[in-house]
Every structure is written in C-alpha cells, then in structure tokens.
C-alpha cells in the first residue's frame, strides 16, 4: 500500500477511535492509553500529518534516524520517545531530543544516561524493558531479575524510572501480557523518590487491543498508521 498524506489522516482517525472504544471496553476511561505513532522509515511530512491528526507522541527507533528527521517534526522534544535498542555511546547525541528513553535494559545504559543526563541538568524519565518471553534475540532484563535492578536505580538521581515495557512473542502474546500486567501492578508498591511506575508500554498494530485489555498505557503503532514497510 502506497502511504498518503490522505491514507494516513484517515488510519489515525480511526485508530485514535478504536483505542478510545477498546479502552472503554474494558473498563477503563478513553483517554488512559497513549498511541505512538512508531516512525521507522517513515518520512517526516507522513508523520507530521499524524501529528496533525490527534497523534501526540513520537517513537524512535535508531538514533541515527531521530537526528536527520528531528528538525522536520512539528512537534517538541517532549512528544518523543526513544524505543529501540540503544547503545551507550549513542546516549549523548538524544539525551536532549527525548522526553523518554523507553529500552533501558543494563545498569551500563543507565550509568551512562544518569551521566549524559546530568551534564545537561535534566532528569531522563525511562521505562525498563522486560524481556518477558526470555527471548535470545531480544533485549531486556529478565523479570525476576526486576526487584534487583530497580534496587540499583534507587541513586541514579537524574534519572526517573516510569514503568515498564515488554515486545511478547507472537506465539504467545496473551499469556506474556497477563504476565507483564501482574508484574506492573505488583511493582507499582515499590517505589522510592526516583520511581513510579505508571506506564505499561506493551502493544504494537497487530495486537494492541488485546495489550489495552491487559493494562498497557502506552501502544506503539507503526503498519496501523503508516501501511507495511
């Protein structure tokens, strides 16, 4: 399918309404989950029309990208999350240009961040992400490996820790949800002065609804608004 400005303005008005209704659905209010409109390949006019269109916030995958398209977005830093995997000497050139770093998955990264954070006087909100499917190929810590790390973040103090996120496998997406919820909720006790666990980011287009019914706060969403890559 051959992305338009009119394919994507009509893709995210729809969509927009159907998190609100699955939302509801499931008992919750309409306006309790966010949609990122996940950028990869997507050139930055297309994403400006999501913009234009009730999209408020922003994922990034590589950081090489965030830096070209950055200038071209009609939206501030604030409006943009950084969900890929990221290595630690590429910290330095986003720390500025993202309002969340949504992959922290080492106390390396996020020695670095506290780092890279302090030095520009700012504290970087980050979710952890959880490798809940125990998946070789994927990044995240383990989930019973959580109350250790979370531990560990307690004196990083230009960092804040805001939840937490998950890419389940496919084979088996329900269940993980399930687990991530449980976890979620069981976290959300323990926190400190530089953790509060509100967001849930777990969802992408093939699933989102079920994530919502599951608790997830923050669904990222690519194909859904911009067609197949």
Not at 1 to 9: A, G, I, L, N, Q
Not at 25 to 49: D, F, I, Y
Not at 108 to 115: E, G, K, V, Y
Not at 200 to 226: E, N
Request: with cysteine; proline share 3%.
């Amino acid at each position: 399918m051959t992305r338009t400005p009119e394919s994507v303005r009509i893709n995210t008005l729809q969509l927009l309404q159907e998190v609100r209704q699955t939302a509801e659905a499931a008992g919750r209010a309409p306006n309790s989950v966010q949609v990122m409109a996940v950028t990869k390949t997507v050139e930055p006019a297309l994403v400006n029309v999501a913009l234009q269109n009730g999209i408020r916030l922003l994922g990034e995958n590589r950081s090489s990208e965030l830096l070209e398209k950055y200038q071209a977005y009609q939206v501030d830093a604030d409006q943009i999350h950084f969900i890929g995997h990221l290595q630690t000497n590429k910290v330095k050139y986003i720390i500025d240009k993202v309002s969340m770093i949504e992959s922290l998955d080492s106390i390396r990264l996020a020695q670095t961040i506290q780092s890279c954070a302090a030095l520009q006087g700012i504290t970087m909100d980050v979710l952890v992400q959880i490798n809940i499917g125990n998946e070789p190929s994927k990044s995240g810590i383990r989930s019973e490996e959580l109350e250790d790390f979370l531990g560990k973040l307690v004196s990083f103090s230009a960092l804040r820790v805001r939840g937490l996120m998950a890419i389940p496998p496919k084979e088996n997406y329900i269940e993980c949800f399930a687990k991530m919820q449980k976890i979620f909720v069981d976290t959300q006790g323990k926190t400190s002065d530089n953790i509060t666990m509100e967001h849930l980011s777990m969802g992408m287009t093939s699933d989102y609804k079920d994530a919502i019914r599951y608790g997830s706060t923050i669904v990222r969403i690519g194909t859904g608004l911009f067609g197949q890559r």
